[in-house]
């Protein structure tokens, strides 16, 4: 009887979660996470935060570029 509890939680919890919970290792939402990230913004200077926002956008550049040359290459394999 006690297992058949278990299970049904456990099956309930499951349900709960989103298609992406796997990429989050953790379950709950911690408030304090996005005040320490406000806070670590805002002890920034101006070109701190224009080099952070300019990373960013390369980065997402060459993971864009990386992918477009997998497609390219793999559509190159599959032609032939």
Not at 15 to 31: A, E, H, I, P, V
Not at 37 to 49: F, G, H, P, V
Not at 54 to 80: P, S, V, Y
Request: glycine share 6%; hydrophobic share 40%; net charge positive.
């Amino acid at each position: 009887m006690m297992a058949d509890e278990n299970q049904k939680e456990k099956h309930e919890q499951d349900s709960r979660k989103s298609r992406f919970s796997f990429l989050s290792w953790k379950n709950k939402f911690d408030k304090t996470y996005v005040s320490d990230l406000r806070q670590q913004w805002e002890n920034m200077d101006k070109i701190e935060r224009q080099k952070f926002i300019l990373g960013a956008f390369i980065g997402l550049i060459i993971f864009i570029g990386g992918i477009t040359l997998l497609f390219i290459l793999m559509n190159g394999l599959i032609q032939h």
